[in-house]
Nanobody, 122 residues
Framework: QVQLVESGGGLVQAGGSLRLSCAAS????????MGWYRQAPGKQRELVAV???????DYADSVKGRFTISRDNAKNTVYLQMNSLKPEDTAVYYC????????????????WGQGTHVTVSS
């Protein structure tokens, strides 16, 4: 069983910064891609940023230049540094892990965290 636990959300004023963390636990040999998604009230969940095990990254256009995703493969942990936050960044942020090898030749397709709230006040 693979579990993802996020931390670091909270309330911040516009222009401020937050750092989200997500740790994967369980029987894990490796994780291909880890990423962050968000869902604002009344909106669909959207990709914020993703990083592969090799360090390749991709970002939503709305966060490019403000957010930075990173990961520690040894700790199965992914981070999201969020700077210059805007009220429109307010959402529940979810951690995701894709293609998780749990033992030789056995993979879990995807796993999600429970979400952490980020609120940016104007």
């Amino acid at each position: 069983q693979v579990q993802l636990v996020e931390s670091g959300g909270g309330l911040v004023q516009a222009g401020g910064s937050l750092r989200l963390s997500c740790a994967a636990s369980g029987s894990i040999f490796s994780i291909n891609a880890m990423g962050w998604y968000r869902q604002a009230p009344g909106k669909q969940r959207e990709l914020v940023a993703v990083i592969t095990s090799g360090g390749n990254t991709d970002y939503a256009d709305s966060v490019k230049g403000r957010f930075t995703i990173s990961r520690d493969n040894a700790k199965n942990t992914v981070y999201l540094q969020m700077n210059s936050l805007k009220p429109e960044d307010t959402a529940v942020y979810y951690c995701n892990a894709d293609s998780i090898q749990v033992r030789l030749g056995v993979y879990v397709k995807t796993a999600w965290g429970q979400g952490t709230h980020v609120t940016v006040s104007s």
